[in-house]
């Protein structure tokens, strides 16, 4: 084995051998998220402890199941956001065109979108596979981790959460 397969080796044990408790878990309070929409002029702070559920979405247009997830997730926030449901998603688009794609599509869905170079979302880890989705409920708790939640392409399962959620009672003054 040559020396640098052997470091690369060591960085990836070590890497794997990192606690459990370095990535935010279900269970755990959801850090708050602020993001500039990509609209230019909204800001938007999601607090994780105001009651309602939220769901952040990291996404990338690029992404085949981002794109196919995208307009789910909008119809979801659509149906639910009177009733209590906050939504982002987050785009880790960087270069300009896939900003521009990005951007185009974003334009037809009513959810708040943001690129992640204006967002700060501190304590949900290193995005490192797309998409990748958290929900938190009203009580400010991760319930679904991203890197241990479910496969995002059971629309149903996802919205019955969320219903369930929703009845939960807020959390008192």
């Known amino acids: 084995m040559t020396l640098r397969r052997t470091a690369v080796l060591l960085i990836l044990l070590a890497l794997t051998a990192m606690p459990v408790s370095a990535r935010l878990q279900n269970g755990d309070m959801a850090p708050p998220v602020s993001a500039r929409l990509l609209d230019g002029k909204t800001r938007l702070l999601l607090s994780g402890r105001d009651g309602r559920v939220t769901v952040i979405s990291f996404w990338a247009s690029w992404c085949p199941p981002c794109?196919?997830?995208?307009?789910?997730?909008?119809?979801?926030?659509?149906?639910?956001h009177e009733q209590g449901l906050?939504?982002?998603?987050?785009?880790?688009?960087e270069e300009t065109a896939d900003i521009a794609a990005a951007q185009r599509l974003a334009a037809p869905l009513q959810m708040p979108v943001a690129l992640m170079t204006d967002t700060r979302a501190d304590g949900y880890g290193?995005?490192?596979a797309l998409p990748m989705l958290y929900v938190v409920d009203r009580q400010g708790r991760v319930r679904v981790d991203?890197?241990?939640g479910m496969q995002?392409?059971?629309?149903?399962?996802?919205?019955?959460?969320?219903?369930?959620?929703?009845?939960?009672?807020?959390p008192a003054p």
């Not at 794109?67 to 639910?80: C, G, I, M, N, V």
């Not at 995002?152 to 807020?170: G, R, T």
């Open 146 to 148: 991203g890197w241990a």
């Open 126 to 128: 290193r995005i490192r």
């Open 67 to 80: 794109r196919h997830e995208l307009p789910e997730l909008d119809k979801l926030y659509r149906t639910y």
């Open 152 to 170: 995002m392409q059971d629309f149903p399962a996802l919205e019955q959460l969320v219903k369930s959620l929703l009845a939960e009672s807020p």
């Open 86 to 93: 906050d939504m982002l998603a987050i785009s880790a688009d």
